[in-house]
């Protein structure tokens, strides 16, 4: 059971180079979001999805898009890296609705030089 | 004002001890609330969901505080396997079910 499967791990990027960060799920979750954690910072929301075709933002979407025409597939695009985007970036996937756990993939962790 | 606030510790305590961790929301519509648990350079993970009543996992108790707004957890007899950062989750009160995190609390149990 792979669960939350997040690629690439590492990634290196020259700014305004894009590039896409890779979700999936196999557990069947119409809930899926994207976070960035920045040191001595929780997790911040980029974008969330309540299930397919459809999208909305978070907390810090700038700079961010996102689309989800399946349920299991939900990627993360950077149009124009920038620095400030350099982070470690985590994809979730739940069961909406208030009680649920959230699982989370093992994380992206993003430089932009 | 942060939506969930935490003290960011980090809290250094002997193996054995027993430390309390805070968190306060404030939004009085959050509908629930989680302790989760991350190691470092890691992916969170659901250490406990917290209720009303409280709730008690082996040596971790968690209680919320609905009036005050404000959720606890408590891990007593500290292992050295508890040294984590441990982050407060609240989900949000509206429709959109979002997870709404705080900044963690650093925790370093020593031998």
């Known amino acids: 059971n792979a669960g939350v499967t997040q690629t690439p791990k590492f990634q290196v990027l020259k700014t305004g180079q894009s590039m896409t960060l890779q979700c999936a799920q196999d557990?069947?979750?119409?809930?899926m979001s994207w976070y960035r954690q920045d040191p001595g910072m929780g997790l911040r929301l980029i974008h969330y999805?309540?299930?397919?075709?459809?999208?909305d933002q978070g907390e810090v979407p700038n700079g961010y898009n996102v689309s989800r025409s399946t349920t299991e597939d939900f990627p993360l695009r950077l149009l124009s890296a920038a620095p400030s985007q350099t982070s470690v970036y985590f994809c979730?996937?739940?069961?909406?609705?208030?009680?649920?756990?959230?699982?989370f993939g093992q994380g992206t962790r993003l430089t932009v030089v | 004002r942060k939506e969930v606030e935490q003290d960011p510790g980090p809290f250094n305590v002997p193996e054995g001890a027993t430390v309390a961790f805070n968190c306060t929301y404030s939004?009085?519509?959050?509908?629930?609330f989680f302790w989760y648990r991350q190691d470092c350079r890691k992916e969170p993970k659901l250490l406990m969901s917290v209720y009303s009543s409280g709730n008690e996992d082996g040596r971790f108790t968690a209680q919320l505080n609905r009036a005050s707004q404000y959720i606890s957890l408590l891990i007593r007899d500290s292992k050295l396997s508890d040294s984590a950062t441990y982050l407060c989750?609240?989900?949000?009160?509206?429709?959109?079910?979002?997870?709404?995190f705080g900044s963690g609390t650093r925790l370093l149990v020593r031998p």
């Open positions: 979730a996937s739940s069961y909406p609705g208030a009680g649920t756990e959230a699982f």
């Open positions: 999805s309540v299930g397919a075709g459809i999208t």
């Open positions: 557990m069947n979750h119409e809930y």
């Open positions: 989750v609240v989900i949000s009160g509206d429709s959109s079910y979002k997870l709404i």
């Open positions: 939004n009085s519509a959050s509908q629930s």
